[in-house]
């Protein structure tokens, strides 16, 4: 089991930055690959960014590329994702999910374990 709490949001205006965290606990995380996915009000979830479990695999979002980076800290059981750059388009709840490898690693079905998210508003 892995349990993920994710922490870091909330208001910023456009062009500013935010660093999310995704803090785990179970003694498998350190084994999983985590992503980031987010979700805007009436939209479905979409894939973020995702890394392997030893941080040298990244994949990122078209619309994120360039502006969002992805990390892990294995030591500390914690992913971050560091956001520069805002655009209000960035505003949503950002979760963030473990599983086993990156196979199909945009589509959210594939992810075993979910945090309970945390919201980014980005103002214009």
């Known amino acids: 089991q892995v349990q993920l709490i994710e922490s870091g949001g909330g208001l910023v205006q456009a062009g500013g930055s935010l660093r999310l965290s995704c803090a785990a606990s179970?003694?498998?995380?350190?084994?999983?690959?985590v992503g980031w996915f987010r979700q805007a009000p009436g939209k479905e979830r979409e894939f973020v960014a995702t890394?392997?479990?030893?941080?040298?695999?990244?994949y990122y979002a078209d619309s994120v590329k360039g502006r969002f980076t992805i990390s892990r800290d294995n030591a500390k059981n914690t992913v971050y994702l560091q956001m520069n750059s805002l655009k209000p388009e960035d505003t949503a709840v950002y979760y963030c999910?473990?599983?086993?490898?990156?196979?199909?690693?945009?589509?959210?079905?594939?992810?075993?374990?979910w945090g309970q998210g945390t919201q980014v508003t980005v103002s214009s």
């Open positions: 179970g003694r498998t995380f350190n084994s999983n690959a």
């Open positions: 999910a473990a599983k086993r490898s990156l196979y199909r690693y945009s589509d959210p079905i594939t992810y075993d374990y």
């Open positions: 890394i392997d479990w030893g941080g040298g695999t990244k």
